[in-house]
Structures are given as structure tokens and as C-alpha cells.
């Protein structure tokens, strides 16, 4: 096991009915912006319910965050919370609303020239202004963790942001949410956490026996219930487990002491950027070939995965080290999610040879838990995935 | 599943050579008190490294904290810290120190009569004076939880304390510590941490199944890493999962949204209180009887148990919820835990009256998950554990 460090002071409230407890959370003297997406919490009354909650707070309102969250839109937000000396944020919504609010968290208080440079120069956040969410899309874990991803439509960019003052003060998880959640988005939401899991587990055998077996807990926690999910969104015990594992598939604890991967959300961030494919869409494609193109310094861990997740007791540790690769695909497919670029785009030649150059561009060398993949390894792996 | 609250706001530094990095987690103005147990840290060079490590910070010591921290020398000890005016704690042992700390922590900022009111009243500790700790015995779990358990000789009592503010700011974890543990003391710790979870996990099924998973996967990694630690301590992976696992089993997780138990452990106080049995002992002694004697209530848990964590296939559910009562008694002697009161003392006829009586005394009518176990129960169980 690797050495690490771990803090994580989120604090969960979880469960039915929960969203009116916000206010306990809330300085009784901040002047609150609350934040949320395009709208739907309108009709599904969650809004309202949030309004409930916060009838004796001062506040104000931004909606129109959208998915993957644009820093233009993001900018208006940030003027209004200086015009109002807004000081506390509170993010109704899914990983975009929530993750453009830790960027108007840290720009807040940023002193810096201008606030892109938090993700082009990747400045750590060590405080940020306050804030706390209420979950409506479980999928990104971002309700209890410090990262963010925000969106550049002007430069076709996705990048990354965080740091030890980015973690919500408190997060509301209402499985009850799950209800009103088109099944594009519940799918989306099943495929990004399971592939979070992925990320942090499918590197190679690093002695982190416990950090292994919560990750495959994860997983078989979501193939449990993802099908009942589907069926039927009312499910309020399947809709909790899956909450639950969402959250934990990426609030830092799996990760701890064992190495990382993470080039499938690499690779997968210039799909959407590119195309606009949704994020966890993305991963599907990207992350069948990706293990295949790796298959040498993965199989390890591939097999055991195989083994403890999918019950593959048959063949040699390659046997099953692919066969675990087809029942990743396979699953995502059971989803009603494609795996393939040319699913979504006919537009997909060239592609590879893009994305390439634009990792070269950034001087970005090394992906994967061995930073050695470069820009041509990315280019055939993305070619795997036409 | 249960709606629940969770926030675990402890830094966790965890690996080889760590301790050196505890002064950067200590205000650089801080008088610190450096409290220890019996001074095998003096043998083993973990005091050493401490000192390396304050070496610029204005510190006192406290040692002779014993097993069962004991309430007539903590006294002594908050003595000490007001005297002094410390203002931050740093515990350097095992559970019986840091829940030592625990008790200091909130006594120094305590306001009411006598601190042992904040046990006997359950009065929780919002704020206590921050402290710090160094784990050097993986067991309790203390060193990323809020509770403690205080023992007086005075009254043959052993109670329990907690709050909010009782959460260590940051605890050391570096697994080599445990190559310097006499082995009896090893095994109590895979014993507690093992026992831990069953507390928390063989209850009723309450459809928390990632928490389930989870709670197996603790139990399945100790079973897999005990008998590599007492062959060799200095098994580092061993080690490492060993210590994790033991933080892990009682830091919050695993119990939230789930039904809790916690009746082994208000039955063996009794026994550690009355005889001196190591508290891990007395667990082994009082769960197999408990399994038994609640077994209508808990046979679907331990029957999934039974299959998960034992690979018990065969028979009926009854069967499987059978077998894994024999399993877990059988792990722990393959540990060298007896696991019968007469095999610690000739002095046992008398004892599940008296527990009985004491419990009848105190008007605690409620144990178990369904707080529906009496007092007579009680003498049922702690007889069958003769």
C-alpha cells in the first residue's frame, strides 16, 4: 500500500425528505447565491422545496448552469456575487451546477489576474467561499469531494480544478430525487460512477487489499441495482444504494494509497469538448479500448475484477482479464449506452489524430497510473474506439 | 435504507515513516501536552521519533495512562493541563490513550460539576481542546472516530462519552508500528476490529447494500491478513491493511444508515470491569452465545455472512447462519482466543446474575438492534458463555 493522506470534512445528510434540514447548515446572517441548472428543479419540485428551506435566509438566484459548466456563464455568476457581496453559495443540481460552484467558490476569493488561470496554471484552492449542495443527479461524486471540471466553449477546452478548500461544507442527498430523473441521465449517472471506480482499481496489484474490495463493492453494488433503477426510478432502495455508491465511488477513499489511472476521463473530456457527447458517454467509448490497449500492464488487476465483480471462475488470468473487458462493455450496452465513436458521429475520422495533437500541444506526455502513455498511444487507443 | 448524518472531519496520515510530518499539523504556538500509556513506546523508538518531531513546539508529558484508561489518573492529567495551560493534546499509543485524550479533550473545556457527569449524563462534547494523535496499536479505532470509553476502579464502571468535537484533528498512521507489538496484543486488535463490524453489521437486513459490502470487505481483508501478521509483524503489507482496516471498521462508515448492535459490547465491559479481561476478549466470549441466543432475529445477516465473508455454500439459510456463529468462533481461537468466561476465571458462577443486576440497576431495559434485550437476556447470554 501506498502512503497517502486523507481528509474529507464534507458532512452527508442522506436521506428521505431531507432537503428541508438545509437551513441548520447555513450561517443564520449569510447572504446566500443559490445555483442551479436549466431549470428542471422547477418542475420537479425540488425548487421549491430548497425555497422552503431557505425562507428565513437572505438569498438570491442564478440558474441556466449548464452541462459541463462554461466559464462565460460562470462569469456572470461570479460578477453577481461580487455586486451583491454574496458570501455563502449554495449548488442545487447535478456535477455541472455543483462543480461551476467550486469554481465560483475559489474565483470568489481568487486574487489572481484572471480566474482561468485557477485551471490553466492549476492553482490548489486552499480556501474558498463556503457552500453546500443539494444532490439532484447522482453520477460525479463531486458532492463530496474538492475537484471540479469547467467547460471553455470559446477554446473547446474541459479542464480541471480543486484543492483542500474546495469541499462542500455540506451536501443534501435525497434519494427521492432520483424519481424525476429522465433515464438518460440515470444511465449517465451509473455509467461515470462505475467508471470512476475503473479509474482508481484497474491499474496493477498494489497490496491495498481493503482500498480493492470497497471498489469492487462499489461496482457490484451498482450492477445490483442499476437494472432496478431503470425499471423503476420510484425504487426508493435501490434509488439510495445507488446515491450512496456514486458518492463513495469518488469522494477520495478508494483511492487512497493505490495508484491511478484516469485517462480514460483524459481522453473521454475531449469527445465532449469536441462533440458534445455526454460525459459518461464518453467513458464508455473510450474505456473498452483502452483496457484493451493496455491489456499487458493491466491484466492483473482485470482478472481479479473479473473474479470478485463479475463471477468469471473459468480460464487462465488473460481468460479472464478480457473477458472482464467484454462484461464492462456489455454492461454499459445493458445501459442502452454505445460504446463506439461512430455511434454518435459520423464525423469521427480524424479524430484520434485531434485529440493527439492536442495532448502534444499541452505538453501533456504521460497518462495512466504509469504517466507513460503519450500522444501516439492516445491516438490508437481512440482509433480502438471508431 | 436508514436515512443518516455523516461527517468525519479527521486528517488521516498514513504510512511508512510518518510521524515525522505531526508538526505541520500543530499550531506553531500551541503548548502541547504529550500524553502516552506505559512507556513501551520508550523501547520501541516511536517516543523517539515524537520528540524528533516536536522538537520546535513547547511541549510537557503525561505517561502511565493504562489499559481502560482510568478516570483517577486522568484527573491527574487534566490537573496537569490547566496548570499548565496546554492548550493541544497529542495521544501516543492505542485505543486506551486516545480514548484517554478523548476524555481530557472534553474535561479541559468542561464547564459542569465533575467531569465524570460527562459520562454518566451523556453529555455530548461539541468543543473539546483540539488533539492530535499517533497510533501505535491498530484496535479501537479512536483514531478516526469521536467516542470513548473511560473506565473507574472506583465503582467497577466502564461507560462511554462522545460528541461532535471529539473527532481527533489528525491522526499518524504508520503500520510499522506494529512490528514491535507483543502478539497477544495483535490479536486482541484483529479480534476488536473484527468484532467491530459484526456489531455494526449482523443485525436485520435493512437493504444498505453498498454498507453491507463494505462491512464484509473489512471482515474478509482482517481473515485474509491475520495470520500474516502473527507470522511475521513485520509483514508491512500485512501490516498496512491491518491498520487500515481497524480505522476503517470504526470510523462512522459502515454504520451509517444501517441498524447497530453494540450489545457485545455493553455485555464484555461488564467482564473487563469485573475480572480484567482484555476488552477484545471479552468480546470473543460474549458473541458466539449472543448469535445464538438472538438467532430468529439475526439468522438472515449471518447467513449472508456466512456466504460472503466464509464462502459457505451449502444448506439452508439456517445452516449457512449456523455454521458462520462456528466460523467466527473458530477464527478467533485460531487466533489463541479462548473464547469461554471459565477459561479466564475460575470465579465466573455468579457472573451473568451480577451483570444482569447491574444492568437492571442502571435502567438500561433496551440492548440490541432492537432494543428489546432485558436484563434476563443478559443472564441468558453471559450463561452460555461459562
Known amino acids: 500500500m501506498n502512503n497517502f493522506e486523507f481528509k474529507n470534512p464534507t458532512k452527508i445528510i442522506f436521506g428521505k425528505d431531507s432537503i428541508a434540514k438545509l437551513a441548520n447548515e447555513i450561517p443564520s446572517d449569510a447572504k446566500v447565491l443559490l445555483l442551479y441548472g436549466g431549470g428542471s428543479i422547477k418542475q420537479n419540485g425540488i425548487y421549491n422545496q430548497v425555497k422552503a428551506a431557505l425562507k428565513d435566509i437572505d438569498h438570491l438566484e442564478f440558474g441556466g448552469i449548464p452541462a459541463n459548466p462554461e466559464y462565460d456563464i460562470l462569469l456572470k455568476a ?194 465532449t469538448a469536441l462533440f458534445g457527447i455526454d460525459h459518461a458517454r464518453t467513458l464508455a467509448i473510450i474505456a473498452p479500448s483502452h483496457y484493451q490497449y493496455n491489456f499487458e500492464t493491466k491484466k492483473e488487476k482485470l482478472a481479479q475484477y473479473g473474479e470478485r465483480v463479475w463471477q468469471i471462475t473459468e480460464g487462465s488470468l488473460e481468460d479472464k482479464a478480457y473477458q472482464a473487458i467484454e462484461r464492462t462493455e456489455a454492461f454499459f450496452k445493458s445501459l442502452g449506452i454505445h460504446t463506439r465513436l461512430s455511434e454518435y458521429t459520423e464525423a469521427y475520422e480524424g479524430t484520434a489524430e485531434l485529440i493527439s495533437q492536442r495532448f502534444y500541444e499541452r505538453g501533456w506526455m504521460g497518462l495512466g497510473e504509469h504517466q507513460n502513455l503519450k500522444p501516439e498511444d492516445v491516438e490508437h487507443i481512440v482509433t480502438m474506439a471508431y
Chains 1, 2 share one sequence.
Open 78 to 271: 461570479l460578477k453577481c456575487i461580487k455586486e451583491e457581496q454574496i458570501t455563502y453559495l449554495l449548488a442545487v443540481g447535478g456535477g455541472s451546477v455543483i462543480d461551476g460552484t467550486k469554481f465560483l467558490s475559489a474565483a470568489a476569493y481568487f486574487e489572481g489576474e484572471t480566474p482561468w488561470d485557477l485551471l490553466t496554471n492549476k492553482i490548489p484552492t486552499l480556501e474558498g467561499m463556503p457552500f453546500g449542495t443539494v444532490l439532484t443527479l447522482p453520477a460525479t461524486g463531486s458532492e463530496m469531494n474538492s475537484g471540479a471540471v469547467i467547460t471553455r466553449a470559446e477554446t473547446q477546452e474541459k479542464l480541471a480544478m480543486g484543492g483542500a478548500g474546495l469541499f462542500p461544507k455540506f451536501s443534501v442527498l435525497d434519494p427521492q430525487v432520483i424519481q424525476s430523473i429522465p433515464e438518460r441521465q440515470l444511465v449517465n449517472g451509473i455509467t461515470d460512477a462505475f467508471t470512476h471506480v475503473l479509474e482508481q482499481y484497474i491499474t496493477y496489484p498494489a497490496g491495498a487489499l481493503l482500498q480493492d474490495r470497497f471498489a469492487e463493492s462499489i461496482m457490484q453494488t451498482l450492477i445490483e441495482v442499476a437494472p432496478k433503477i431503470i425499471e423503476d426510478p420510484k425504487d426508493y432502495n435501490a434509488a439510495s444504494n445507488f446515491m450512496w455508491s456514486c458518492t463513495m465511488a469518488l469522494n477520495g477513499l478508494i483511492q487512497k494509497g493505490v495508484p491511478t489511472d484516469w485517462a480514460i476521463h483524459a481522453m473521454g473530456h475531449e469527445l
